[in-house]
C-alpha cells in the first residue's frame, strides 16, 4: 500500500525535515529507546527457553522508530538521528563513568551496586557502539533503497528486510565482539545467542508491522511528506546531500 498512489501525501524530496513536533517527537522516542535499551541490558531476562538481555523488550523500539525516520524524512534525516543518539549515547556512559569515579560519602554504601549495574567495560562499550552504527546504518539503508526499487509500495517488504539485516549484522557485530573468546562462550554459544537475538528482536518487527502502517501513515499525513531518497549520498559519513529529484506522481 503506497501513500503516494493514494494520494494521501505529497512525495517530496529527501533530507528536508524541518523540526516540526512530530519530528521531534520521533527523534525523542528513537533516542529515549536506545539509551533505555542501553541501560536495561545489564539484566538478563528469561523469555521461553531463552536467555537474554532485557534490552530486547524496547531496543526493536527504536528500529520501528527509525523506519519512520528514513520513510518519512528520507536517509538525510535518519542518518542525523543516528549519530545524534551516539552522541547521546556517548554523553551519558561518559556521565556515568565520572560520577562512578567521583568520592562518595563515607555513609554511602552504594558504590559496588553502581558500578555494578551502570559501569561498562571498554570491550563491551566497543561492542555496543559499533553495532549500535552498523545495525541502524545497514536498517536505514536497506529501507530507502527499497523504497526507490518498490516505488512506495509494499511497506511490509521495506520495513521487515531491513530489520531482517540491520538486527542481524546488531546481534552479529555485538556479540561477536562482546562475547568471543570469553569464558563459558564457544563458537555454538556464540551461534546459539546471535540467533536467538536475531529472531526475537526479527519477530518483534513482523509483530509490530500494523502498527508500523498506522504511525507511519499518520505521519505521513500530519507532515504531508513522502521522502524518495532517488540520488541520495549513503554514505553514513557524508555531510552533504546532491541535488535530488522527487518522484513523478502515478
Not at 549495574?117 to 557502539?129: M, N
Given at each position: 500500500?503506497?501513500?503516494?498512489?493514494?494520494?494521501q501525501?505529497?512525495?517530496?524530496?529527501?533530507?528536508?525535515?524541518?523540526?516540526?513536533?512530530p519530528?521531534?517527537?520521533?527523534?525523542?522516542?528513537?533516542?529515549?529507546?536506545?539509551?533505555?535499551?542501553?541501560?536495561?541490558?545489564?539484566?538478563l531476562?528469561?523469555?521461553?527457553?531463552?536467555?537474554v538481555?532485557?534490552?530486547?523488550?524496547?531496543?526493536?523500539?527504536?528500529?520501528?522508530?527509525?523506519?519512520?525516520?528514513?520513510?518519512?524524512?528520507?536517509?538525510?534525516?535518519?542518518?542525523?538521528?543516528?549519530?545524534?543518539g551516539?552522541?547521546?549515547?556517548?554523553?551519558?556512559v561518559?556521565?556515568?563513568?565520572?560520577?562512578?569515579?567521583?568520592?562518595?560519602?563515607?555513609?554511602?554504601?552504594?558504590?559496588?551496586?553502581?558500578?555494578r549495574?551502570l559501569?561498562?567495560?571498554?570491550?563491551?562499550?566497543a561492542?555496543?557502539?559499533?553495532?549500535?552504527?552498523?545495525?541502524?546504518?545497514?536498517?536505514?539503508?536497506v529501507?530507502?533503497?527499497?523504497?526507490?526499487?518498490?516505488?512506495?509500495?509494499?511497506?511490509?517488504?521495506?520495513?521487515?528486510?531491513?530489520?531482517?539485516?540491520?538486527?542481524?549484522?546488531?546481534?552479529?557485530?555485538?556479540?561477536?565482539?562482546?562475547?568471543a573468546?570469553?569464558?563459558?562462550?564457544?563458537?555454538?554459544?556464540?551461534?546459539?545467542?546471535?540467533?536467538?537475538?536475531?529472531?526475537?528482536?526479527?519477530g518483534?518487527?513482523v509483530?509490530a508491522?500494523?502498527?508500523?502502517?498506522?504511525?507511519?501513515?499518520?505521519?505521513?499525513?500530519?507532515?504531508?511528506?513522502d521522502?524518495?531518497?532517488?540520488?541520495?549520498?549513503?554514505?553514513?559519513?557524508?555531510?552533504t546531500?546532491p541535488?535530488?529529484?522527487a518522484?513523478?506522481?502515478?
Amino acid at each position: 500500500m503506497s501513500a503516494m498512489r493514494q494520494g494521501q501525501t505529497t512525495p517530496r524530496v529527501a533530507g528536508t525535515a524541518g523540526l516540526s513536533w512530530p519530528f521531534v517527537l520521533v527523534v525523542a522516542v528513537f533516542i529515549t529507546c536506545l539509551i533505555t535499551a542501553n541501560i536495561v541490558s545489564v539484566k538478563l531476562i528469561t523469555l521461553a527457553r531463552w536467555v537474554v538481555p532485557a534490552g530486547v523488550i524496547v531496543f526493536p523500539v527504536a528500529y520501528i522508530v527509525g523506519d519512520v525516520l528514513t520513510e518519512v524524512y528520507g536517509y538525510a534525516a535518519a542518518r542525523r538521528v543516528i549519530w545524534l543518539g551516539f552522541a547521546c549515547n556517548a554523553l551519558v556512559v561518559l556521565t556515568f563513568a565520572i560520577a562512578g569515579e567521583l568520592p562518595a560519602p563515607a555513609f554511602w554504601d552504594g558504590q559496588a551496586a553502581y558500578e555494578r549495574i551502570l559501569g561498562f567495560t571498554p570491550r563491551l562499550l566497543a561492542a555496543s557502539f559499533t553495532a549500535y552504527l552498523v545495525g541502524e546504518f545497514a536498517n536505514a539503508i536497506v529501507l530507502a533503497r527499497l523504497k526507490i526499487a518498490t516505488a512506495g509500495r509494499f511497506l511490509w517488504v521495506r520495513t521487515i528486510s531491513s530489520t531482517v539485516i540491520g538486527q542481524g549484522l546488531d546481534s552479529l557485530v555485538f556479540i561477536t565482539l562482546a562475547f568471543a573468546g570469553t569464558a563459558g562462550m564457544d563458537f555454538a554459544g556464540l551461534r546459539r545467542t546471535i540467533v536467538t537475538q536475531w529472531l526475537i528482536k526479527t519477530g518483534y518487527e513482523v509483530l509490530a508491522t500494523p502498527l508500523t502502517y498506522v504511525v507511519v501513515n499518520a505521519f505521513k499525513r500530519i507532515e504531508g511528506r513522502d521522502a524518495y531518497d532517488i540520488g541520495a549520498d549513503f554514505n553514513p559519513f557524508a555531510i552533504t546531500e546532491p541535488a535530488q529529484t522527487a518522484p513523478e506522481l502515478r
